[in-house]
Every structure is written in structure tokens, then in C-alpha cells.
């Protein structure tokens, strides 16, 4: 049956969809691990619908994740662990510093760019807070900024890790609904800035209002010496970022081997300057398998639920349910909005996109969004949730590196999530900001 004759077309869903979503909710309450929770509610739905065999779920375990795209996780979250050890995260700070030092805000500025340099390599958003925030909040008290505004000024910076590529997010959505990832890099490079730029202008402003930094009475020559002699000591930190974008936007590296080449250029500039050993290298792969641990078994339980979901009919009810109530185009893309928005705030972005993609995407493709535009729209939205609670993952991690209130911080990062909110209804109702760097084809 065509799809334009389904989304016309009511399905009933009963407690075979309910019940096992209802579990769901009450395990993620109780604190039971999201890949649990999720594979009990693929168990269920497969067993009360009989729409399909129970044994898919085993099939889609491996099945799901045997996919070369998915190297590319283990190897960007290895990656931004050797950036740390090696110390590279700090020639980023330095120059961030230096680029930004005479501005009003400059420190608050620096923090901000180095987040987003950091995205640009590890593509996680809980490692970035934790790399930068270790580097930062402390100097940022100390410039003259609250401690739960410093906190949430890292908060905020980090949520660029999934939103600059290349992204673990951009990654896992390609794997869901079959787009290049190589693909949704380009396109999230612009929308990623745009959130980056946010923050800066949300920080610049903040600066002004409530004059917590000022910026260094610096000549234009001397601001130029000091940036040139901070780039001579740390141009090699930029040859990570430079590799995996010149690769991944030449069309000469795919995502995962651009994470490898990333790994072996990163370990080398580490061991030639002697800030990495060999006895650094067991702590670093147990560090980033455990990450990864966390992230891989979410997508193999995932997939077997959105397998199970469009069995019975749950994109296409969707559809026909929002649909009936308006076919307003503007009005739909709110409703996606408002509906990841809040996904967002209460799960992790690995199921949420696993989960919500292929319901969602039926209504974007039914009011004729362009499918790469609604990925980067998807992922955006959902990175807002980094920093709102009761979630707010990113909340979580500079809590704890700082012991301030998670509350605290979260009131201080309001204004971020606006400004945030903002770029997510531009790129939402404007296609151009994530196709322009894409070819006709795919516009």
C-alpha cells in the first residue's frame, strides 16, 4: 500500500502497544538502564501483537549493529579520551583564549569556542562538558562569573557535541533511516555554528548586563603577536579537527575512517611530544569502551522496537491522528518541535532518535520536508535537551564536577536554551540554513 494511502488510513492500537510502552515509563521511573527498559518493550509488543516473530529481537541485536557506519562511534569517543590525555585540549583553550581575550566576555567567550572545537573531534556532549569544564569553570569564578552561570555556560557550549560534526547523534539517525552520514555532516556544519553562535551572543549579552569580565586593554598588534605565538606553540592540536573535516567534506574519507585516521594522528602527536606513554593506552581503551558500552547496547535494543512500532502501525496512526486535527504545515512542524523538545528533557538522545525518527519522519515527509533537513532539525532539537532538566545530562556532569545545585544551574541556563530554541525554528522553517552545502540532488 502507498504511503499517501496509510496516512489516510486510522489504526487502533490497543494494550499490545500501550502495556509494553506503559512498562517502559514505569522502568525508566524506577531507574532500570534504558536498554532494558527498551528491549522489554520490543519483547512485548512482538509478543502480545504477534505481529512478527518473537525471534527478531535476537536477529536485530546483531544484526542492527553489524554495520560499518557504527565503527565510527568507538572511534570518535577514543578519540576526544586521547585529545584529553595528551593535553591537545588545552592548545585549543589557549588559542580560543587568544582569539577572544580582548572582547568583553573574553574568558566566557574562549569557553564557548573551545566546546565547539572539541565537538569538532569527539562528537559527544558528555565528554566535552567534562574536558572543558575541568579546564574552565574554576578560571571563569574567578573572572568575576557565578559559579552555577559558569557551570551552565559549559553546559550549554558542550550541547555543540552532537551538533557539529561529525556527531555519534548523526551517525546513529544515518543508521536509522538510511542517509549518508557523510551527508548529514556537511548539512549540520552551518546549524551547528548557528547554535554555537547562540551561545556567544547569549553569553556576550549576559556579560554586559550583569559586567562580570572585561576584556584586555590590547593594541591591534599586540593581539596579533599573541595570537600568532599561541598558534605557533599549538598548530599540531589542529591537525585532528583539520583531517577529519577536510576528509569527510572532500569526499575522500568516510565518518569511520575519518575516526581512525583522527585515533592514529592523535596518539602520534601524544607520543612525539610526551604528553601520552604506552601504559597510558589500557586506561584509555577501557575509559572509552565504557562509554561506549553504554551507547551501542541502546541502538541494539532500539531498533528491534522501531521495527516492532511500524509493524503495527504506530507511524502511520501517528500520521492519520495529527493529521485529522490540522494539516497546517507551520502548526505540524511546532508539534515535532514540542515533541522531541520534551523527549529530549526526560530520555537520552540515542533512543530518542532510534525511537522517534521513523514516527516522526512520515509527517515531515508528508508536508514535503526535505529528509536531510529534518534530521538536522530532529537532532538540534533534541540537543536542547542536554541542558533542561530533569534529564539534562549535561547538567548532570558539571554538577559533578563543581558539587553546585543541578537547579541552580539549570535556572542559569534558560537564556541559552531560548537562544537555542531560536536556531531550532530557523532551520525548521528555512531549508536552506541545512541544505545550502548539499548537492542539487539532494536539496
Known amino acids: 500500500m502507498l504511503w499517501s494511502q496509510l496516512q489516510n488510513t486510522p489504526v487502533d492500537l490497543d494494550w499490545s502497544f500501550y502495556g509494553p510502552v506503559l512498562l517502559f515509563v514505569v522502568m525508566i521511573a524506577l531507574g532500570v538502564p534504558v536498554w532494558a527498559a527498551i528491549g522489554a518493550a520490543s519483547i512485548g509488543i512482538l509478543w502480545l501483537s504477534q505481529v512478527l516473530p518473537l525471534s527478531l529481537v535476537g ?136 547554535i554555537l553562535a547562540s551561545i556567544l551572543a547569549t553569553n556576550t549579552y549576559l556579560n554586559y548586563r550583569h559586567a562580570w569580565e572585561r576584556g584586555n586593554a590590547l593594541s591591534g598588534k599586540e593581539w596579533i603577536a599573541q595570537l600568532v605565538r599561541v598558534l605557533r606553540q599549538g598548530w599540531y592540536a589542529f591537525l585532528v579537527p583539520g583531517i577529519i573535516f577536510y576528509g569527510i567534506f572532500s569526499g575522500r574519507l568516510t565518518p569511520t575512517e575519518a575516526g581512525a585516521t583522527a585515533v592514529i594522528v592523535t596518539v602520534i602527536i601524544g607520543l612525539i611530544i610526551g604528553t601520552l606513554k604506552l601504559s597510558d593506552f589500557p586506561a584509555m581503551m577501557v575509559s572509552s569502551a565504557k562509554v561506549n558500552g553504554v551507547i551501542l547496547p541502546i541502538i541494539a535494543m532500539s531498533l528491534p522496537l522501531a521495527q516492532a512500532m511500524a509493524a503495527i502501525g504506530v507511524p502511520q496512526g501517528f500520521v492519520y491522528s495529527v493529521t485529522s486535527l490540522t494539516d497546517e504545515p507551520a502548526i505540524l512542524i511546532l508539534l515535532m518541535i514540542g515533541i522531541l523538545i520534551a523527549a529530549g528533557c526526560v530520555m537520552e538522545t540515542t533512543p530518542n532518535i532510534v525511537i522517534l525518527a521513523p514516527i516522526l519522519k512520515p509527517l515531515a515527509d508528508n508536508i514535503g520536508m526535505n529528509e536531510v533537513q529534518f534530521c538536522i532539525m530532529l ?65
Open 59 to 194: 536477529e536485530a541485536l546483531f544484526s542492527g549493529i553489524d554495520s560499518f557506519a557504527l565503527t565510527a562511534i568507538p572511534l570518535f569517543i577514543l578519540t576526544g579520551d586521547v585529545l584529553v590525555r595528551t593535553g591537545l585540549s588545552r592548545r585549543f583553550l589557549d588559542v580560543a583564549e587568544a582569539l577572544t581575550n580582548w572582547t568583553r566576555g573574553g574568558f566566557g567567550s574562549a569557553t564557548v569556542l573551545v566546546c565547539g572545537m572539541f565537538a569538532a573531534i569527539s562528537g559527544s556532549d558528555a565528554a566535552g562538558a567534562a574536558a572543558v569544564g575541568r579546564m574552565t569553570i574554576a578560571r571563569l569564578v574567578e573572572s568575576g562569573y557565578p559559579r552555577p552561570y559558569a557551570c551552565a555556560l559549559v553546559a550549554a557550549g558542550a550541547c555543540t557535541g552532537i551538533l557539529i560534526p561529525p556527531s555519534i547523534a548523526y551517525i546513529v539517525i544515518g543508521l536509522v533511516l538510511g542517509i549518508s552520514a557523510s551527508t548529514l555532516f556537511k548539512a549540520a556544519l552551518i546549524p551547528g555554528l548557528l
Open 379 to 443: 537532532i538540534t532539537a533534541l540537543g536542547v535537551g542536554f541542558i533542561t532538566p530533569p534529564l539534562g545530562l549535561n547538567l548532570f556532569v558539571v554538577s559533578g564536577l563543581t558539587g553546585e545545585s543541578i537547579l541552580k544551574i539549570a535556572a542559569r541556563a534558560v537564556p541559552f536554551v531560548l537562544f537555542m530554541l531560536i536556531v531550532v525554528l530557523l532551520i525548521a522553517y528555512i531549508p536552506a540554513i541545512s541544505t545550502v552545502l548539499l548537492p542539487d540532488n539532494l536539496k
